[in-house]
């Protein structure tokens, strides 16, 4: 199986290194042609900002309210560190009376949370591209108050207004970064995110079941639909401002249906989904009710970036264990369609971090907790107050370091910060508080007090100051993702104390910082023996270890983050596995050409084509429908019908030999039996097969290592199948097995090993569908129509073979192929042969109808496609009709 290996790159780029990267591949992109406008879309649920409107609802006794202080633009600074213009315009906006133009009523502050990811997105801008921020406007305030003003109650004027007044606000980066706002009903809103997000995704995406959170477990399906609605008003409000050849990157859990959502809106979008959130093991995401919607929402995405390479594997083994799709080099392969999956660790915005420690209200705090902590170890930890952040554990580790080392009763105090979770737990709440009591009650004093636990928001410098006073970090989560607490306290130590960080092995951010003390929280009497390594170490260690972790943390920023996305997404545009929309087959364009063509070539694959793919090779039997299609088709004189299969004779002639016009084409090609005729011809007839024990053998050993795989012996190929193993340990031995084949045998011995669908078949080198499409075609050149129908990788070669049209060119003269001379009876006079010659096809660009079977974006060569086999079957209904 794949190493485990959740440890961050051995060098981080630098940003100036990463920008170059990008503008090298933008350089490539314009020289061959690929349209780039330089503009990023991001979509992530809150806008940044708070949106709050004044004078709205009736006026008391009917007077009119006075109007605002007049327009005077007031700049803001963000807990980001970034200045933020509020600024008012009405140019585009409708005319209004005289008072109404004084002012505006809308006004903007910025939002608290989400900071390394929105500094990130913003540093964009640095390097010259445009930044757009597509999101919720979260809910309206009314000016002056917490209350919410309802979306529905707003007025056409007032929303106009609220959309104006967001587009036309501008940051610090002026008009390169952009807000579009996106306008949610209040009842799906809130389905979506305190329903859908809080309740149902949060809790499984940290492993936790919903049984664990919640005394009554609500049905998992209760806010679906608000989910599904919410997601859609996202794409839709992506697809109104795309522009061909901009970059698009989804932000997180609240938008999973997204991308498909997106890709349907616009085909060719170059999409990029990125989850911030831990992603669970397969065997627990899979209890998710609507897992399939969600990974096929998912994998609408060219490409998907977890956190740490542990949750892009954990990925990758859920599509493929849950949804049956099927690994692929660097993603997962859905029907064909590849999707890249990768892995880029967020960080924070260091410099700002930097600049918020050293600003002058932290000092005096600083100072003051120094004073009042004099003599003690200060311990602190700052989470949210939820069941995935391990409050609870941390405060029993505490308890046990005091009970296992006593030297630290009344020489180390924990402060214990807490803020307003996810999901409100008023039992958390009071569990957090009883074991509070317990500790302080049991190992306090009159004059020291053990835990110090504040439940509440506090203020920046205060937050800054405790970070610098610290002697230890205790941040402890059960499950995490990018905590970015970790990375701000190394950023206020650097230059300080330089104290020692402890980090719950479970959090995204522990690859990266493998200099920290790591723990299990769960292991109590470990994190409290770590704890006690921390309060002890020496000095040198500390230095040691501040050097390491600094050297990460100013290094692989948010900014490097963000650019690092930019440059994974743009290095798959172009790229041979870049999404691409084959069109779906033009019925009425069939049928049209159908009925003019006085020859027609009507050339089918078997299983996926003919048939849906099944378990059992044995029981993919055609249906009525199919049988009389096929009648129907060879019964026209003017048609030639073949079917195309990688079957052995012996099963085609089972389930087809009654439609004695239609040919048949056996084992990859290696066996033909024309349309009429009795017997097979043997195309390897004349080829060395003496490979054929030697693969056997190989095959052999595999299956005996491999439950649940056979062996299909034909008579000139050997096909290894899978399908019904274990489908990670299957894929395994399959590229196991290839790399055998291919390094020891395949260079000695004229044969070409394939990979199927959870098979593997090793045939002769000189003979393929492709071959056989071209000998169908050479021997008969009159043909005035080609239809060609396949799913599979094999199915390739055969739209390979039909590319005969170059740009620009109407007509085509077929040299012989390959197979033709396999078959050539002996010169009579014992001399040699005479040659066989090119012949001039009748065929015309617009009549060769090459389909493959699968979705619109699966990598082929074919022109068209339809979905199943049901609706190849359907489509010569409707052509014969």
Not at 837 to 855: H, N
Request: some cysteine; glycine content about 6%; overall charge negative.
């Amino acid at each position: 199986m794949d190493s485990y290996n959740d440890t961050a790159p051995a060098h981080f780029p630098a940003l100036p290194e990463v920008r170059a990267a990008i503008r090298k591949l933008e350089e490539e992109h314009a020289q061959h042609g690929v349209p780039l406008t330089g503009r990023i879309v991001h979509t992530c649920h809150y806008l940044p900002v708070v949106l709050s409107l004044s004078g709205h609802g009736p006026n008391p006794g009917g007077l009119l309210s006075p109007p605002k202080t007049p327009d005077i633009v007031p700049t803001l600074t963000t807990d980001d560190g970034l200045r933020m213009t509020t600024t008012t315009m009405h140019a585009d906006v409708p005319l209004r009376s005289e008072d109404e133009k004084l002012q505006n009523r809308w006004s903007i502050a910025p939002r608290r949370g989400h900071t390394a990811m929105i500094s990130g997105i913003e540093s964009l801008a640095d390097a010259g591209h445009e930044q757009l921020i597509v999101a919720w406007t979260g809910d309206v305030l009314a000016e002056g108050s917490d209350d919410v003003v309802p979306i529905q109650e707003l007025d056409d004027q007032e929303m106009r207004d609220m959309v104006h007044t967001v587009e036309n606000h501008r940051t610090a980066k002026g008009d390169k970064v952009k807000y579009i706002p996106v306008t949610l009903d209040e009842k799906v809103a809130h389905g979506h995110y305190d329903g859908y997000c809080k309740t149902t995704l949060w809790p499984l995406l940290h492993y936790l079941l919903w049984q664990d959170v919640a005394t009554e477990t609500p049905s998992q399906d209760e806010f679906w639909d608000a989910y599904v609605q919410a997601n859609q008003a996202y794409a839709d409000a992506i697809a109104s401002i795309y522009q061909f050849g901009d970059l698009i990157w989804v932000h997180d859990y609240h938008l999973l249906l997204v991308p498909k959502m997106l890709r349907a809106l616009v085909p060719d979008a170059h999409i990029g989904l990125f989850v911030h959130t831990p992603f669970p093991s397969s065997e627990v995401f899979r209890c998710l009710p609507r897992r399939k919607e969600i990974l096929d929402g998912m994998l609408g995405a060219n490409l998907i970036c977890f956190q740490t390479y542990s949750y892009a594997r954990h990925f990758t083994s859920t599509c493929i264990r849950v949804c049956g799709y099927e690994s692929a080099p660097g993603g997962v392969d859905i029907q064909g369609n590849h999707v890249s999956i990768q892995f880029c660790p967020v960080g924070v915005d260091a410099e700002r971090v930097a600049n918020d420690r050293d600003a002058p209200g932290v000092k005096p705090t600083l100072e003051a907790l120094l004073q009042l902590y004099k003599g003690k170890k200060i311990i602190v930890g700052r989470d949210k107050l939820d069941v995935v952040k391990g409050v609870m554990q941390k405060l029993r580790a505490f308890e046990k370091l005091l009970i296992d080392f006593p030297e630290w009763q009344g020489n180390a105090v924990l402060i214990q910060v807490t803020s307003p979770a996810l999901t409100d737990s008023p039992k958390l709440e009071r569990q957090v508080s009883e074991l509070v009591s317990h500790i302080n009650g049991e190992y306090g004093s009159l004059d020291f007090i053990p835990v110090h636990h504040y439940h509440q928001a506090i203020k920046k410098d205060e937050y800054m100051a405790l970070l610098c006073a610290a002697d230890l970090a205790l941040i402890t989560p059960l499950r995490d993702g990018m905590n970015t607490t970790s990375m701000e306290f190394v950023i206020c130590q650097q230059g300080g104390k330089q104290s020692p960080v402890v980090l719950s092995e479970f959090m995204g951010t522990s690859g990266n910082m493998t200099a920290a003390l790591q723990v299990n929280p769960w292991n109590l009497g470990d994190v409290a023996r770590v704890i006690n390594h921390g309060l002890t170490m020496s000095e040198s260690e500390k230095t040691d270890r501040q050097a390491t972790l600094y050297k990460i943390v100013s290094t692989h920023t948010s900014h490097t983050w963000a650019a690092v996305l930019v440059r994974m997404l743009l290095s798959h545009i172009g790229h041979e596995h870049t999404a691409h929309q084959t069109p779906y087959l033009d019925i009425e364009r069939l049928r049209s050409s159908y009925h003019k063509a006085t020859k027609r070539l009507m050339l089918f694959d078997y299983d996926g084509t003919l048939t849906p793919i099944v378990k059992t090779p044995s029981m993919a039997v055609p249906s009525t429908a199919t049988l009389a299609a096929l009648h129907a088709l060879s019964s026209d004189p003017r048609n030639l019908v073949y079917i195309i299969s990688g079957r052995d004779g012996a099963f085609l002639e089972q389930h087809l030999g009654h439609l004695e016009r239609i040919g048949m084409s056996a084992e990859h090609g290696c066996f033909m039996r024309e349309p009429g005729a009795a017997d097979w011809t043997n195309l390897a007839q004349s080829l060395d097969m003496s490979w054929m024990k030697e693969v056997a053998e190989i095959f052999q050993y595999f299956t005996e290592r491999t439950t649940g795989s056979f062996i299909e012996m034909k008579k000139s190929s050997i096909t290894w199948h899978y399908r019904q193993c274990d489908p990670e340990w299957g894929d395994f031995q399959c590229k196991q097995c290839l790399d055998l084949l291919e390094s020891n045998l395949a260079p000695k011995r004229p044969i070409e090993v394939l990979v199927g669908k959870k098979n593997l078949e090793v045939r002769p080198i000189a003979i393929n569908k492709g071959e056989i499409v071209k000998r169908i075609l050479y021997n008969n050149p009159e043909a005035e129509l080609v239809f060609c129908a396949g799913d599979d990788k094999t199915d390739e070669d055969m739209f390979r073979a039909l590319k005969l049209f170059p740009l620009g060119v109407t007509s085509v003269t077929m040299p012989p192929p390959v197979t033709a001379s396999l078959t050539r009876p002996p010169s009579p006079s014992g001399g040699p042969a005479k040659p066989f010659e090119p012949v001039k096809l009748s065929l015309g660009p617009d009549r060769v109808f090459s389909t493959a079977v699968g979705p619109s974006g699966k990598k082929t060569f074919a022109q068209w496609h339809v979905e199943s086999p049901e609706e190849v079957v359907a489509a010569m209904q409707k052509v014969l009709a």
